[in-house]
């Protein structure tokens, strides 16, 4: 069953911009994944973030969870126009399942 | 090196046919997994796979059967190929639990059924 819900489903920005996503999801989870996917491709894991952490960084990727509001945002910030993809959140429950949202497609104009 | 590796890259076939997607992973992972991707971009879980054995097998249709010859490797095989099976499969592999490890996916094959 779907447990991730990301919005928008589209964004357009241009380069040099920041870009929020945002999930929202449904149940108790052990962690929540983001993972980008380019057009044509298979998907590439950007953030792991557990249940107990509040915010985490990779490079320009900044990632935040609140469990009281079932919620993640994913922040690219100073976005290049190779950043064009779309992003999946994905939340885990301890098992062998993830289950992945419907992604924001986000386009990143040079 | 390719971690997680698919065959083939595009698959076009006729409706009723069998056909067979392969996959190997040479990440050491004990986790496989088979995803599709409609259209939509939806991505659903299919089967999960740990150190050979079935863990998750989702409501799938029964001409779908996978099959893990070894921990690296998890095909897929389609029996009796339906118009709606086209879509983009995708497989993955991780250490452990999708639950609490990032997966590693496959470059994905694309299927059309005629």
């Known amino acids: 069953s779907q447990q991730g819900e990301e919005d928008p489903q589209a964004l357009s920005i241009q380069e040099g911009e920041n870009a929020t996503m945002n999930c929202s999801y449904k149940?108790?989870?052990?962690?929540l994944q983001w993972y980008r996917q380019n057009s044509g491709r298979g998907l590439v894991h950007l953030i792991l973030i557990r249940s107990n952490e509040r915010e985490k960084h990779s490079g320009r990727l900044r990632v935040t969870l609140d469990t009281s509001k079932k919620s993640s945002s994913l922040l690219i910030t100073a976005s290049r126009a190779a950043d064009t993809a779309s992003y999946f959140c994905a939340t885990g429950a301890g098992s062998y399942q993830l289950t992945f949202g419907k992604g924001t497609k986000l386009s990143v104009i040079p | 090196d390719t971690a997680v590796s698919q065959t083939p890259k595009y698959l076009v076939t006729q409706m009723g046919n069998d056909k067979s997607i392969k996959c190997e992973q040479n990440?050491?992972?004990?986790?496989m997994y088979w995803y599709k991707q409609d259209s939509k971009k939806f991505l659903k879980i299919m089967f999960s796979y740990n150190n050979k054995e079935l863990i998750i097998n989702e409501t799938v249709p029964n001409r779908f059967s996978p099959k893990s010859p070894d921990k690296a490797h998890l095909n897929l095989h389609i029996n009796s190929l339906e118009l709606g099976d086209s879509a983009v499969y995708f497989c993955?592999?991780?250490?452990?639990?999708?639950?609490?490890?990032?997966?590693?996916f496959g470059p994905g094959t694309r299927l059309t059924v005629t």
């Open positions: 990440l050491g992972h004990d986790t």
């Open positions: 149940t108790s989870i052990n962690n």
């Open positions: 993955a592999s991780s250490q452990g639990p999708s639950g609490s490890h990032e997966q590693y």
